[in-house]
């Protein structure tokens, strides 16, 4: 999700007009998921944002890592929802967490989610296009865990194919 | 890991899931500073527990060679929830408890890559009561590089719950 990709590259996949894009993925709803926390990836995952583990309470990032390892979509079938892949450069914009609880270690999580908003913009360097995810964890009690909005940048450094 | 790296020891000091350490009380008003975080040189090992952790398969955080294919710099781009995860920490120290921290929200701005020196920031912008616990809103950030070179790697906002009364 972070640009791997030259000027020259950016952009090899034809996509489509906004319009289309909208009506296409706007209020999608992905297959849902579950995401299991191992005490093993528990510990190396907060290991590796450099802070010592906690045995019971997971890292706040799992909601992002739960969120992300266990929606119904992998990341190459989302970038082709929206006319891109790895090879054009999307990147990760803005992430947002709101957690009802802490999230233990151990616990399984269901996974739901949907397109939430699809816009393109104008920047600095050319057009881009925002699409929001928003991810919803529940527990095994059924009760939403956290909510984790997910907001992918597609670079569209040229333009659209049509439809 | 096996072995801490040397450069990381700042990051991990007063931390409080470690349960050996006293996290200094947080001082509650609006306008203080969330104790910083540093890490001189962000190492490259954690960029690959990661990528196995999140199942990402980009070999810009673990390949060198295909950064230099791409030429980028022969320096693995950390992950960017790694980077989340230094400002969670900071907070987390701060409030001395694991599950404090309740809400984040965060915009990504610039890249780091393996070596690269950052520091988390932090600053109190709200505070409610909720019975006993305290509420507190801040703004965050992690910076890049030292001095005036220093940039702004993400930005935004968080919610740290407190427990008890303080202040």
Known sequence: ?163 | MATEPSEVASARQGDPTSGLSQPASPRLEVGAAIPALEISAVPTGPMKVMALVLRDPNPIHFDTESLRRLDLPERPINQGPNNVGYVLNSLTAWAGEPGAVEAFHVRFLANVLAGDRVVTGGQVTEISGDGQDQVVTCSVWLDRGPGHDQDRVLEGTARVRLRGARG
């Open chain 1, 1 to 163: 999700m972070d640009p791997t990709t030259d000027g020259e590259r950016v952009g090899v996949t034809p996509f489509a007009s906004i319009e289309s894009l909208r009506e296409r993925l706007i209020g999608v709803r992905l297959p849902v998921g579950s995401y299991h926390i191992t005490a093993h990836e528990a510990w190396l995952a907060a290991d590796a944002t450099l802070v010592t583990p906690h045995p019971e309470i997971a890292h706040p990032l799992f909601a992002y890592i739960a969120g992300i390892c266990g929606m119904g979509w992998d990341l190459d079938h989302l970038f082709t929802q929206m006319d891109s892949s790895s090879q054009d450069g999307p990147m990760f914009g803005e992430l947002s967490v709101e957690q009802q609880r802490p999230l233990r270690v151990g616990e399984t999580l269901v996974v739901t989610g949907e397109v939430t908003e699809v816009v393109r913009k104008q920047g600095s360097v050319g057009q881009f296009d925002l699409m929001t995810l928003t991810l919803g964890l529940s527990g095994e009690d059924g009760e939403v865990a956290a909510v984790v909005t997910n907001r992918f940048v597609f670079p569209r450094w040229r333009s659209p194919s049509g439809d």
